[in-house]
């Protein structure tokens, strides 16, 4: 039925009648009601971080739009785990039918005050009606999402469809939150799904109407981002806000997801309290190492030993379950075989843990039925709040002196430092740990994920990047979890905090579907996100070394100083070979005084001249070694600037004579640390230097091109996706689609017979080129597939039969481009690193060679220009080979805009899974492309666009 006094609703949308004073108002939490003033509100508790929650019309009949009997399955996109922004996990979800009784329940738990500023008066009951209206939706003109912690509902708002307001399809909005879970950010977590999901359907802007005294509620939609325009009716404002993605909304998005991992890592690396579950008196049991090291470490908080068999476990009284604690845990570390993981957990969920360190290994590395135990176990611990370390981890670390946590198997920690380290090995955690410490290299903290099934690399990055106690990162990588984000993350930290990265490349087979991943694609994608890379251990530590204790090179120039000529000269080649400048060595001969070294050192740092000094001590005999490393040390204090590297008789580390100690002992900047061979610390030197070039860049924005018709493109694309599998688009569909972008390839005509072929000629003007369409004759000259300047109709007609013949499949007519440098642009779904890109030159010896260069997307403005620079080949794009000029130089800001349009069309089209450009002709009056392919598909999960959520 619709009201005879308001108008019928377009087909397929609801109608929300206004409450009794005629004002429209919003539908609610999918919690309806109209209260005796009648008004319906947004509510939000008084006093402190509050959350708010819109209001709701009064109820209608079940046969209402919008209120399906049957109600459709619940899309499955929809459902999210998001962290809250005190770090909690929490689960959102559709509404559905069955959640009636949870409603009431949750309902019923509302203070008077929530309630109040919710329905604008006393609600204490929610009718039969209301139920079933705000559980039977239809999840297009009405959506209901509820936020979970376990079995129960903590929070739900909803959207219903009003109709068209300024020509903008509108829907009100409503949510409430439980009053014990208000101030943790679940209002605006509701709010951007809900908007994630009107935008699903059409709609473009959300209204909602509030007490005037509830200014929570209007914060919330402020500080997400919108631009809310407030009218006032007496005690009741109205607010309406269109809801598209803004830069000023993804801004606010980002943000409150970084600072919500930030809190989530740092909730576990500072936990109140910790059980360890498994706990014995063996050192050599997994449960007795962690415990032994915890309480020798002297963690801060209680310890909580759990054992069924004993009463106390190295003299701290035990308990059966970490249910029978008496007091709250915030840690659970487990240390029990996987076979008992369930219980263990159901015991944890029952308690209210906060976070699980799983030392347990037999998950997803022991095949697929591991696999399947690893993920409900995440499943599980989510559901119920808790964030999880492992399986199969080592443990994690702390050396703050007021935590004092060392929750993991290594018997050796590092000391303090300003070096925060993620280890996705756990087996190698404790070697790699050891080697930290013989180095003297001090941490700030450590994780070792081991699976990496929930907390990961991305999660400790965003935590370090607003650790005022982290300087430096060090990850050490197996596998890639969600590869947009590690870029986007790493990227934004580079800037102000330098990453050091090894990639094992071990990458054994997951049943995540990680695989080998292409060293070249890794260092390329590395090097774009500022990250160092390196090859090992070895090498991670070489780099974390001078990036923790001496300042950043300002430019390539090197002095070396030394009493040994080899091993100076050691170190000039390998500088040399990494592309420092470097002249001859200054030799001091291996008489050299302790007064040689100070004035050589002091005058290599203040020559303005040179930008880092190597400094090599190798005596030729034993001697006092005291009065050396003095003299090095003063000398660098002439330019506390100039960064200062030894070989210090083959020292490695930080030799405590060439170390700088602040309060407790901890090694502070202006350490110079030692390398075993002058070599490595040329290479260490360099790498940072490199890394200190791309930091000093301006940061550039995302390329957005203009002449581009997004809205066309995605008719488009709507259109082709006919079924749910991944296709080539015809030739002639994909020039209309990358014609949208503005990437216009050369004008061409597909022909079935001479006759038409002719035509084409004389339509496009000779002279022409022909081209079979068979998928190995495509572009292949070598290969016959081309024919080219064609002037005449007979030698159109020849080719067209010729071609036909080869390929059997349509033939291309095409117009004559001008000649250039044959390029090829290549994107690809990589399942390592999302959307990649590929520039390269044409040409068998450039693809034997591997001559490509790879980018992340979507590309900056200067992103583009440097791919278009990057490969080794590229000189002959600018007229030149071995410095003698073979022609004039192509446009390469062509080029450059090229790789901006294909980088937009991509990041803007997600169903774009393949598309290829190739040939392109560069020339001096441009760039042509000549072919393109787009292969299309289902969208792919993408966790780092759209509301947030976790992966």
Known sequence: MTDPDHPTPPPGRGVTPPPGNGMTSPPGNTITAQSGNGRA????????????????????????????????????????????????????????????QALERFHGGLSDRTRYLRYFGPYPRMTPKDLYRTTHVDYRDRVGLVIELGEEIIAVGRYEYLAERSG????????????????????????????????????????????????????????????????????????????????????????RERASEARSVGNLLSPRSIAVIGATPSTTRVGGAVLANLLSGGYQGPVYPVNRRRTAVRGVRAYPTVRDIPDEVDL?????????????????????????????????????????????????????????????ALGIANSDPAIALNATLAPVLPGR??????????????????????????????????????????????????????????????????????????????????????????????????????????????????????????????????????????????AVIGNSAALSWLAVDAARGEGLEVGEPIDLGPQASPADYLTAVAAAVTDRAVDAVIVIYSPPVPAAIASFTEAIRSGAQSDPATPVLTTFVADQGMPNLLATRGLGGVLERGSMPSYGDPERAARALARVRRYADWRTRPLSPIARPGGVDTARARELVAQWMSDETA???????????????????????????????????????????????????????????????????????????DLSEISGNPVHIQRMATKGVGCTFRVQDDPSFGSVISFGLSGTIIDLLGDRVYRALPLTEAESAELIDAPRAAPLLSGTVGGRDIGKPVDKGALAELAQRISALCDDLPEVRELQCEPVLASPEGAAVLYGRVRIGPEPNRFDVGPRRMG
């Open 41 to 100: 509100a947004a509510s939000s508790a008084s006093g402190g971080a509050v959350e708010p929650a819109a209001a709701a019309p009064p109820p209608l009949p079940p046969d209402t739009p919008g209120t399906p009997v049957n109600p459709p399955p619940p899309p499955e996109h929809w459902f999210a785990d998001v962290l809250a922004s005190d770090g909690g996990v929490v689960r959102l979800r559709p509404i559905t039918a069955a959640d009636a």
């Open 332 to 392: 659970a570390v487990i240390a029990v075989p996987a076979a008992e993981i369930g219980s263990v957990l159901d015991d944890c969920m029952a308690k209210g843990v906060k976070g699980l360190v799983v030392l347990t290994a037999g998950f997803s590395e022991s095949g697929p039925r591991g696999y399947e135990a690893e993920r409900e176990l995440v499943d599980a611990a989510r559901a119920h709040g808790m964030r999880v370390v492992g399986p199969s």
């Open 168 to 255: 903008a399809r509108a829907a009100e909005v409503a949510f409430v939150v439980d009053d014990g879970h208000q101030g943790r950010g679940l209002g605006s977590i509701l709010l951007e799904h809900l908007a994630g999901a009107a935008a699903e359907n059409d709609i473009e802007t959300f209204v909602a109407e509030v007490l005037a005294e509830n200014n929570a509620m209007v914060q919330v939609f402020r500080d997400a981002g919108y631009q809310v325009q407030r009218s006032h009716d007496g005690s009741v404002l109205h607010l309406e806000f269109a809801i598209d993605p803004t830069e000023a909304l993804l801004s606010v998005r980002d943000s």
């Open 417 to 558: 430092g300003r070096i925060g380290f993620f280890c996705q090995s756990g087996p190698l955690g404790a070697a790699i740990l050891g080697e930290a410490a013989a180095r003297q290299l001090g941490l700030s903290t450590f994780v070792s994920a081991g699976n990496r099934a929930d907390v990961s690399g991305n999660d400790l990055m965003q935590y370090w990047d607003s650790d005022p106690d982290t300087d430096v990162v060090l990850l050490y990588l197996e596998t890639f979890g969600n590869p947009r984000r590690f870029s986007r993350i790493a990227r934004r930290v580079a800037h102000t905090k330098p990453i050091v990265a090894v990639n094992s490349g071990r990458n054994v087979a997951r049943m995540d579907g990680d695989r080998d991943l292409d060293r070249s694609l890794v260092r390329n994608l590395f090097a774009q996100a500022g990250i160092i890379q390196v090859d090992s251990i070895t090498e991670l530590f070489d780099c974390a070394m001078l990036l923790a204790y001496q300042p950043l090179p300002a430019g390539p120039r090197l």
């Open 727 to 801: 296709h080539w688009l015809s030739d002639l569909q994909a020039a209309e689609l990358l014609g949208c972008y503005g990437i216009q390839v050369v004008e061409f005509r597909e022909v079935r017979d001479a006759d038409a072929a002719v035509a084409a000629a004389h339509g496009l003007d000779y002279p022409v080129a022909a081209k079979a369409t068979g998928e190995m004759w495509r572009n292949r000259p070598d290969l016959t597939g081309v024919r080219l300047d064609l002037w005449r109709a007979d030698a159109v007609r020849r080719a067209f039969t």
